[in-house]
């Protein structure tokens, strides 16, 4: 009798992605089309997400589009100089996902774990995007919640805009920056015995 043996998922390589991923802030063109993002938002999807509710939608904004949502976000601008400076912030990545939190009644899954389950898909979508080489960052964005940026969107008064993944190709020749691994001695407690 021959024993199949037992494929283990790819643990080493979700551990580097994880210990090895950096928001790049310096994005270019290319960023993933159509086909390649629903793939990773397919992918995405499969974080965890009590009930699988997916209380989340995301919103693709690439090209001409993004000029349109800076000029949006710069009128809730209090001053001419600032407006500037927004709308050119829509500019800093050939790609941006609008991430729209969509919270349901529901008797059992509080709103809280909702939003934990769409933060959750977020972060699993930032890691899927660096394993392909795709750079990317998550910023709460100016004025997300400014009625011209949620009118432009057409961001539901029962919604919450969460911020913009920006998405693209790391810009050639940026080092990561590098990051010390986090003492969680102070953020680790145990009950029970643990000499198991």
Known sequence: MTTVPVVQPA?????????????????????PGPDELRDLLAAAANAPDHGQLRPW?????????????????AEAAPTADLAE?????????PLMLAL??????????PRWEQLAATSAMATTLL???????????????PY???????????VRDDEQLLG????????????????????VRSKLSWLGDTSR
């Open 11 to 31: 643990a080493g390589i979700v551990e580097t992605a994880i210990r090895t991923r950096r928001s790049t802030i310096r994005l270019t063109a290319p960023a």
């Open 57 to 73: 939608r995301v919103i693709a904004i690439c090209g001409a589009a993004r000029t349109r949502l800076g000029e949006a976000a």
């Open 85 to 93: 400076r927004v709308a050119a912030k829509h500019l800093r990545a």
């Open 100 to 109: 729209v939190f969509q919270p349901r009644d529901h008797p059992t899954i």
């Open 127 to 141: 890691l899927l995007l660096d394993t392909r080489g795709w750079g990317g960052v998550w910023f709460g964005g």
């Open 144 to 154: 997300p919640n400014a009625p011209q940026v949620r009118r432009h969107l057409g």
């Open 164 to 183: 913009y993944l920006y998405v693209g190709t790391p810009v050639t020749g940026e080092a990561p920056r590098p990051r010390t691994a986090a003492d």
